[in-house]
């Protein structure tokens, strides 16, 4: 019960209810760092569970209370059952490694994003290339280098950005995971971009 205690949450996870599991992950959230879109994204999809199934035992739910309480919306359904079957893992999990997580088994509607793909390497050299903005060429240049999120390359506060004589580097102070908080180094290509840009 260690675990849980930390949380305020003197209930083992055999009479913990889905809303404590939820709440107590999204605290678990908050203390290790997690955007805060992120935070509040999962509180969003806790209060739509919670008036539909929150009050049902962890160790009760079946696949298909989950389901029910995903609704119909695929992309919606899939970040709901994703947000409950980590709840379950993180929180009630730790108290009972045993207890199944009936969110595994619970099946969303299928997605798939339309038009959605990936850009070819040619075709983000295009976009470069015309971009005439040094700014807008910059960020696009680490997007393509890095990996980073559109949102976390264009939310780049001055002190993430590390420019020095030895090299440069980008070292996030807040993402969805841990290892977003990594230093990530940047090519020279990129280095040379953003020397002499000011972030807005």
């Known amino acids: ?5 930390e949380f305020d949450r003197q209930t083992p996870s055999s009479g913990m209810t889905l809303e404590d599991c939820m709440d107590a992950y999204i605290k678990r959230c908050k203390e290790r760092g997690r ?5 509040d994204d999962y509180t969003k999809i806790a ?14 739910l079946t696949p298909s209370d989950i389901e029910s309480a995903m609704g119909t919306a695929a992309k919606a359904a ?11 893992n993180k929180i009630a999990k730790k108290d009972d490694p045993y207890l199944p997580n009936v969110a595994e088994l619970a099946e969303p509607p299928s997605y798939s994003p339309v038009g959605a793909r990936a850009l070819t390497e040619q075709e983000v050299k295009t976009i470069i290339a015309k971009e005439t903005d040094p700014l807008c060429q ?6 393509a280098h890095t990996g980073l999120r559109p949102m976390e390359a264009f939310g780049l506060e001055p002190d993430e950005l590390k420019l ?5 580097w980008v ?4 993402s969805k995971t841990q290892e977003g908080k990594l230093p990530i180094p940047l090519p020279d290509e990129v280095w040379e971009a953003w020397k002499g840009v000011s972030l807005p």
């Not at 070292?171 to 807040?174: H, I, P, R, S």
């Open 138 to 143: 910059a960020m696009w240049l680490m997007l």
């Open 171 to 174: 070292e996030l102070k807040v």
């Open 47 to 60: 209060n739509i569970v919670k008036h539909q199934i929150g009050r049902i035992k962890v160790k009760d």
């Open 35 to 39: 955007a805060q879109k992120t935070v």
């Open 78 to 88: 899939i970040n709901r059952r994703a947000f409950i079957r980590a709840a379950i």
């Open 164 to 168: 020095e004589p030895d090299g440069a």
């Open 1 to 5: 019960l260690k675990y849980l205690r």
